[in-house]
């Protein structure tokens, strides 16, 4: 599977940001499609998941009630709609794709995109 990733750019604290992944050579109808993050000198962690199961959504503690993801697997498709931005948010944000069962840990991944950037300025 090739994961592409877009939408990022720099906004300003309190905006908005609509992140896109586009996924070919297969379909992504039986993966759990998601995306993490890595901020400078940090490492990568999770940000959110829908399972290709009952299309369940899980999210990280820092962006539950402000981020929400969904997925179109007629498009092979998943976006991650990012509301509330903070300073923080600030990362490279990375389309996710794996099998079996849901994951937080990037160990767990079987297919990531290229990385989209997020600025986001106070």
């Keep these: 599977v090739q994961l592409q990733a877009s939408g990022g750019g ?33 490492e990568r962690e999770f940000v959110a998941t829908v399972t290709w199961i009952s299309n369940i959504a899980y999210y990280a503690d820092s962006v539950k009630g402000r981020f929400a993801i969904s997925r179109d697997n007629a498009k092979n498709t998943v976006h991650l709609q990012m509301n509330r931005l903070k300073p923080e948010d600030t990362a490279v944000y990375y389309c996710s794709a794996s099998a079996g069962a849901m994951t937080r840990d990037p160990l767990g991944i079987n297919y990531w995109g290229q990385g989209t950037l997020v600025t986001v300025s106070s």
């Design 10 to 42: 720099l906004v300003q604290a309190g905006e908005f940001l609509r992140l896109s992944c586009a996924a070919s050579g297969r379909t992504v109808n039986n993966l759990n499609m998601g995306w993490f993050r890595q901020a400078p000198g940090k």
